[in-house]
């Protein structure tokens, strides 16, 4: 048979309309797998081969199949997979599902072409279309969950619970050991389909950290994505590979939870609430909680759970309370409010009026038994609430068990989140507040203001070749605090000599007291041997500081290296009352580099309290990390303790950051102590170490791109910077768009908007450098703030290679050629990323862009969907 379709396409996998299933019968999957896709009540055609079930079309073997499969499923032992997965690639079938073991799959598709979820892989469930591809016990019903998942296990566990709570799923994809297709591609579909709601992950193994940080950053930028990470604390009894996930998740907008039951809450949250929130307040949920029960006892258990997660008991004015008080005169009108026994059967009418109160973001309505009340008709009612309330989402805890099956059933059948438990339902409204940080934070706008870091970056080179060349790998202090000085983070002045006599010359210089350190990169805790003498006050006290330490060192570690000493002057006595703390640079075998944020001094090995995030970072970010450590309130000021300037320390944070941008040799470096106080921040000590020649370590989010910034004239002599947009552009893009003519935007947005929304803002300002570009042409006036007065952009279609394109320059700036230039900026980027083809939409009475990207070298044509749109498309393949 002729291929006639060349390469891997994601609707072969997503949308199949033919699937094939190459099985031997021998294997245990086997037949499940024949069963499932035979009772799955798939709307295309079946093929099987090497196995036999009712409904599925047998064939002989590949090469007689009667049609080319879009998917194939090969459940066949591994010494057989690279015969079928060569004569499928040559039949054009590319997509394909590996349930078994399959140890050399990467090289099996480099070879063959294919792509392969698995091995081991779950398999496939597409409910929607009726294709069950899977190795699960039952099927699963079609409906909004999404769920990716690494473990067999688990897919059946999470399937099971959905069934019994009458939850079904747009996908199933099993990601199995991920050494073929992995999470990014299935991100990438989910975050495009319409039929998905929340996304659940179960994660064991990232394969390429960058893709999946974006992919899983497009696809919470739209609905809720919550992850679950099995063995994370097996693999790393530090804690710190499951804290650098966190981060990572927190970076992309994922709601991490630490078990199988908080992931199961979090998906019924979100499940059954998401559409109450989406008719609801504009804003997702925050955190502050009411509660509304019929006892006061499964009240108070509630309140209390809620406190200890962070939440706030949501408060009312006293209008609110009398307005409550007139509605519900046998209720209390607090937090929690409480209906007697007597009256259960309105507790979905005081959910309701409390749900409209402003300042509550979620409601906890808890039901327990109650005498000569009907339960079933108390469910209705309180079905019936959650449904129309039109403010805050309402979750509802149904207690017992005899008696309150049926309740919890004809709740969950009407979309109602539901929990057997105060506690659970407590977890769902902290799922959501936290669904909603994360989310946020990952699309918060920052301030115009932009630390511009300007390290000496020469300085930091010439370092670090002079270690390559002595063959060393690791940084002495004073080498460490000479890098930290290139890039402008303050360290006390010190002289690192050789011998004691130079020590006493150079504290001379200096003047006393001085502090005399030993000098050696295999001893990043010098205190522990005696390695660090303070308040030096002569030159006597000064040879007796340096043949004790030399004594010790060689006592404790005989096999340390000493490069001599280092001498500082005694660090100011204001300082005494400064904070000490951390900053590490270390690096992740699944997320790379990585900056954990805490308290320094001896003691921080054992009170931990660290934050950890992602490079790059701005000051945003670095401050948010800050605040996510307990010491925070200290450095706010306490007591006797004078406030910190946060801000300096962010700045820190952010000068690492760059640091580890601008020199990825760089493996680990830590700060500590960094002196925090009043007088500002100093770096005291500092270790560090470069990687092994020629080894790497990819950031897992995208630097921003410098080097592509470029001054720009235009034909009346103006002038502007031509750059990559990044956050801090969010408040001159909402007025460039204020400024555009009303005809510049019903062109560029094909309708008549006034103002960008906050979230629009922020998806067009924080792109991934990767998969995206925007250009923009910004204008600096003398002594003025600087303003957007162009942009250009480019959006890449994932699995393709092409992008599409969007122009506008504000009307001041017409006819001066900025137009074109930003778009030979995009045509330049598109290149340099190997895609093929630039297309676009231009109105039909938009014929200045018409004419426009004629002169570009673009080709039109009417677009087939919309006669009142030409599509511009643009080759870029060498002719």
């Known amino acids: 048979m002729t291929r006639h379709k060349p390469g891997f396409r994601e609707t072969a996998l997503f949308r199949p309309a033919c699937v094939v299933l190459v099985a031997d019968p021998a294997l245990p999957e086997a037949a499940i797998l024949a069963a499932n896709l035979a009772a799955g009540g798939f709307e295309g055609r079946i093929h099987a081969i090497g196995i036999e079930a009712p409904g599925l079309l047998a064939a002989p073997d590949i090469e007689s199949l009667p049609e080319v499969p879009d998917l194939a499923v090969i459940c066949l032992p591994p010494e057989a997979q690279r015969e079928a997965m060569a004569s499928l690639a040559r039949l054009g079938c590319f997509a394909a599902v590996i349930p078994v073991a399959s140890p050399d799959l990467a090289e099996l598709c480099e070879a063959t072409g294919m792509r392969a979820l698995g091995g081991h892989s779950f398999g496939l469930c597409l409910p929607s279309i009726g294709l069950n591809a899977s190795l699960s016990h039952l099927p699963p019903r079609p409906g909004r969950l999404a769920l990716l998942c690494q473990s067999s296990a688990m897919a059946r566990a999470i399937i099971d619970w959905a069934d019994g709570e009458e939850l079904g799923f747009s996908h199933i994809v099993g990601i199995g050991t991920n050494q073929g297709l992995g999470f990014a591609l299935s991100l990438d579909w989910l975050a495009r389909d319409p039929e998905a709601g929340a996304v659940l992950l179960d994660l064991r193994r990232i394969k390429n950290r960058r893709m999946f940080i974006s992919a899983a950053r497009a696809t919470a930028r739209t609905r809720p994505v919550v992850a679950i990470r099995p063995g994370g604390r097996q693999s ?41 929130v989406r008719r609801g307040k504009d804003a997702l949920p925050g955190n502050r909680i009411a509660i509304v029960a019929n006892g006061q006892g499964p009240a108070q258990l509630a309140a209390d759970d809620a406190l200890r997660g962070g939440a706030r008991l949501a408060e009312w004015t006293e209008s609110d309370a009398a307005a409550l008080r007139l509605a519900l005169p046998s209720a209390s009108s607090g937090n929690p409010l409480l209906l007697p026994p007597e009256d259960s059967h309105r507790l979905g009418e005081a959910a309701s009026l409390v749900a409209a109160l402003q300042g509550v973001d979620s409601v906890v ?40 099956d049926v309740a919890q059933q004809r709740l969950g059948q009407q979309g109602i989140a539901v929990f057997p438990t105060p506690e659970a339902a407590i977890r769902g409204a902290l799922h959501l507040a936290t669904d909603r940080r994360n989310r946020a934070a990952a699309a918060e706008l920052p301030p115009r203001e932009v630390l511009e870091v300007v390290p000496d970056r020469q300085a930091a080179r010439s370092l670090i070749e002079r270690m390559r060349s002595d063959g060393r790998l690791d940084f002495n202090e004073a080498q460490a605090l000479s890098l930290l000085s290139a890039y402008g983070i303050p360290v006390i002045p010190g002289k690192a000599v050789a011998s004691v006599e130079e020590a006493i010359e150079a504290a001379m210089r200096m003047g006393f007291p001085v502090v005399l350190k030993a000098l050696s990169p295999d001893l990043p805790r010098k205190t522990e041997v005696g390695g660090v003498v303070l308040g030096i006050k002569d030159v006597s006290s000064l ?31 204001g300082r005494r009352r400064s904070h000490e703390l951390r900053i590490r640079l270390g690096d992740d075998a699944m997320f790379g580099p990585f900056i954990g944020y805490g308290r320094g001094g001896t003691a921080s090995d054992f009170e931990p309290d660290v934050a950890f995030d992602l490079p790059p970072l701005n000051r945003t970010l670095a401050l948010a990390q800050i605040r996510r450590t307990r010491s925070v309130r200290l450095l706010e000021g306490f007591r006797d303790h004078a406030s910190v300037d946060l801000a300096a320390v962010a700045d820190t944070l952010v000068r690492v950051s760059q640091m580890a941008i601008d ?38 989010v995208p630097p921003y791109p410098a080097e592509l910034s470029r001054p720009w004239t235009a034909r009346d002599g103006r002038q502007v910077v031509i750059r990559p947009i990044r956050p801090e552009d969010a408040a001159a893009h909402a007025e460039a768009f204020r400024n555009l003519a009303p005809e510049d935007v019903r062109w560029r947005f094909f309708s008549q908007l006034k103002e960008l929304p906050a979230a629009q803002i922020a998806r067009m300002t924080q792109i991934d450098y990767d998969r995206e570009m925007a250009f923009v042409a910004v204008e600096t006036p003398e002594g003025g703030v600087p303003r957007t007065v162009g942009v250009a952009r480019l959006i890449r279609e994932p699995g393709l290679r092409q992008g599409e394109f969007a122009v506008v320059t504000l009307p001041a700036w017409k006819g001066q050629g900025l137009g074109r230039q930003l778009m030979e900026r995009l045509m330049e980027w598109a290149r340099d990323h190997a895609l093929e083809r630039i297309v676009g939409q231009v109105l039909v009475g938009n ?19 919309d006669e009142e749109v030409m599509d511009a498309i643009l080759d870029l393949r060498p002719s």
């Open 543 to 573: 040879r007796q500081a340096a043949a004790g330490m030399l004594r010790n060192i060689r006592a404790q570690r005989p096999d340390a290296r000493l490069d001599g000493f280092l001498v500082q002057r005694q660090a100011m006595s």
């Open 663 to 700: 020199f990825p040799e760089i493996e680990g470096l830590i700060i500590n102590p960094l002196l925090a106080g009043d007088e500002g921040i100093l770096a005291l000590d500092a270790s560090g170490r470069l990687r092994a020649p020629g080894v790497v370590s990819q950031l897992a």
């Open 236 to 276: 790393d009894a530090s804690g710190t590979a499951d804290a650098v996930m966190e981060a990572a998740l927190r970076r992309a907008g994922v709601l991490r939870v630490s078990g199988l039951e908080d992931l199961l809450s979090a998906a019924e949250t979100l499940a059954r609430l998401r559409s109450v």
């Open 847 to 865: 014929q200045p862009m018409l004419g426009f990207v004629r002169a570009l070298g673009f080709t039109l044509r009417r677009s087939a969907e």
């Open 365 to 404: 309505a808890i039901h327990a038994p109650a005498p000569l009340q009907d339960g079933e008709i108390t469910a209705g009612l309180l079905a019936a609430a959650c449904k129309a309330t039109r403010g805050a989402p309402i979750l509802v805890s149904w207690l017992g068990r005899a008696g309150a």
